[in-house]
């Protein structure tokens, strides 16, 4: 099973801006999708952005136009640019592959703090 490691996360200031990074211990060509969800305390894990293997992207409205994903499958490696961040996008990010229908790639998560 490929491995997903994210890295990336940190504390910045509301404005801000980090680039996460998700690096896959081996292809993720094969994958229909790859992913980022956030969790934050006491609440439930959130879709943040997913990019297909065609480069299609799906963001909510809550980060449209403020986050952005890319994969470069040369690098088996999935970044998420998040600018203007705010103190509600303080969470747990996690990257994670699609192969068909399910999530079963997991990362183990990198913290991201937004202060007010």
């Known amino acids: 099973q490929v491995q997903l490691a994210e890295s990336g996360g940190g504390l910045v200031q509301t404005g801000g801006s980090l680039r996460l990074s998700c690096a896959a211990s081996g292809s993720i060509f094969s994958f229909t999708a790859m992913g980022w969800y956030r969790q934050a305390p006491g609440k439930q894990r959130e879709l943040v952005a997913i990019i297909t293997s065609g480069g299609h992207t799906t963001y909510p409205d809550s980060v449209k136009g403020r986050f952005t994903i890319t994969r470069d499958n040369a690098k088996n490696t999935v970044y998420l640019q998040m600018n203007s961040l705010k103190p509600e996008d303080t969470a747990v990010y996690y990257c994670?592959?699609?192969?068909?229908?399910?999530?079963?790639?997991w990362g183990q998560g990198t913290q991201v703090t937004v202060s007010s």
């Open positions: 994670a592959a699609r192969a068909i229908v399910d999530w079963d790639n």
